[in-house]
């Protein structure tokens, strides 16, 4: 009998890992330091952000869906996101000399970024038709916009830090990667697991802003929500909002959420719900809450994803092809699960919207990619270049209104006579 002979020996492993290093070298040398389509994209995400907050008022098709549904605002947080994923890939390219040092780098970078949003979006700042500032730290809003992506980010910073893969050989691309898609089915089945099987109480809150006859306690009316249910997809007894309440207090939560723009609300033109309404449309919700950031961070991992391709295959052909497929994969079994029962829902952050918009996004970028790295049409998409490479800047500047409260600090007698209040109150507030 022969003796047994290892298919691989260790020198062999050796020289097949060179030759992946030297493989990535020469694609970072094929890429360049920063890719201009991805600059791009992230430019294109802010310009959208700023054009639905500030239209979104006067344009409510561009605004967020009031529950169900897809909007065009709709798709910009899973754009940042997918950002987030593609250039966490680009940046751990190469092999990390030190995972504990790479990872307290990646914490400290989200903690920033984490207590950036909450300043940004905590209700320091009052808006653009105030000229006053503070918060109630008991009332504080805890979770936002940058939060959400600090927390996608490190989740897809650990897949990527701790998370071996598989050496790199003439096998199919998506199978390296075989262990990072099994993290991502562990935290799809977290998720499912809590949607469709905690069981959601009855429950009270306290609305301060009502009116209304009801029994009161200390100035507030107390308002009832009757659920007991598991399960439930609705803006009243779903398990996200449970959740919140319970870890962060109802009184941290986003006091204005979208679905006050069903028509079960009754919501009038200067924002008041109707006493006539549902007990839940008075009360917060956070949609940028724990439970969907799960799925969030999904979509964080999925633009990882899209990022190795990009790392580990050189011609772009091949690069647009496997994004493509990924892409046109993740459309179709996203509306088959919205057709099946599983609603496009932003607030909840579902699977069949995580895959559609993580769709959406990759194809966008597919086709960016082709007109700025591929036919060199740089020219055409310059702003949105520069948007992108000042991205937080810019998001810094529109969140805070910083400008906008510059401007307005300039009135004629008194501070309502100034030149922004009333562009809102006689345009976009018409």
Same mark, same amino acid.
């Given at each position: ?29 094929? %890429?360049?330091? *920063? $890719? /201009? ?6 430019? @294109? ?8 907050? =500030? ?89 936002? %916009?940058?939060? *959400? $992506? /600090? ?6 910073? @650990? ?8 050496? =790199? ?112 449309? =008075? ?148």
């Amino acid at each position: 009998m022969a003796d047994f002979q290892p298919l691989l020996n260790d020198h062999q492993q050796d020289d097949e890992e060179l030759q992946h290093q030297q493989h990535l070298i020469a694609a970072e040398k094929k %890429i360049g330091c *920063r $890719i /201009a389509s991805l600059d791009v994209f992230r430019g @294109l995400s802010i310009f959208l952000m700023v054009l639905v907050d =500030y239209a979104g008022s006067s344009l409510p098709v561009i605004a967020h869906a009031p529950w169900n549904g897809l909007h065009l605002a709709d798709f910009v947080m899973p754009m940042f996101l997918f950002t987030a994923g593609v250039s966490l890939a680009i940046v751990y390219k190469v092999k990390i000399p030190n995972r504990y040092e790479a990872t307290w780098k990646a914490i400290v970078r989200a903690m920033k970024l984490f207590l950036l949003g909450v300043f940004l979006q905590g209700g320091y700042l009052h808006g653009i038709t105030s000229l006053t500032y503070g918060v109630d730290v008991e009332k504080i809003r805890l979770l936002g %916009i940058l939060q *959400r $992506i /600090a927390i996608g980010y490190i989740v897809a910073a @650990l897949f990527e830090i701790w998370i071996p893969r598989q050496t =790199y050989k003439k096998e199919p691309f998506f199978s390296v990667y075989i262990w990072h898609w099994c993290g991502v089915i562990l935290l799809l089945a977290i998720y499912m697991g809590l949607t469709y099987g905690l069981y959601v109480a009855d429950w009270q809150f306290k609305d301060l802003h009502s009116l209304s006859s009801l029994i009161s306690e200390n100035g507030s009316t107390i308002r009832t929500v009757t659920c007991s249910v598991r399960g439930d997809l609705g803006p009243a007894c779903n398990a996200a909002g449970m959740i919140d309440r319970y870890i962060l207090g109802i009184d941290h939560l986003y006091q204005k959420p979208a679905y006050r723009n069903l028509k079960e609300c009754n919501i009038s033109k200067s924002g008041q719900v109707s006493e006539s309404s549902p007990s839940w449309c =008075y009360a917060p919700f956070e949609p940028e809450g724990i439970l969907s950031s799960l799925t969030a961070s999904l979509a964080c991992i999925i633009g990882l994803q899209y990022g190795h391709i990009l790392i580990e295959l050189q011609g772009h052909k091949d690069r647009l092809c496997n994004w493509s497929l990924l892409s046109v994969s993740f459309l179709i079994l996203g509306f088959i699960l919205a057709l099946i029962g599983i609603p496009l829902n932003k607030g909840l952050y579902t699977l069949s919207y995580l895959l559609v918009t993580s769709a959406a996004s990759g194809l966008t970028f597919c086709a960016l990619y082709l007109l700025v790295d591929v036919y060199r049409w740089r020219r055409t998409t310059f702003l949105f270049e520069w948007m992108g490479k000042h991205s937080l800047s810019i998001f810094i500047l529109v969140t805070s209104n910083l400008v906008v409260i510059m401007v307005q600090g300039f009135y004629w007698k008194s501070p309502h006579n100034n030149i922004i209040y009333w562009i809102v109150s006689h345009i976009v507030q018409k």
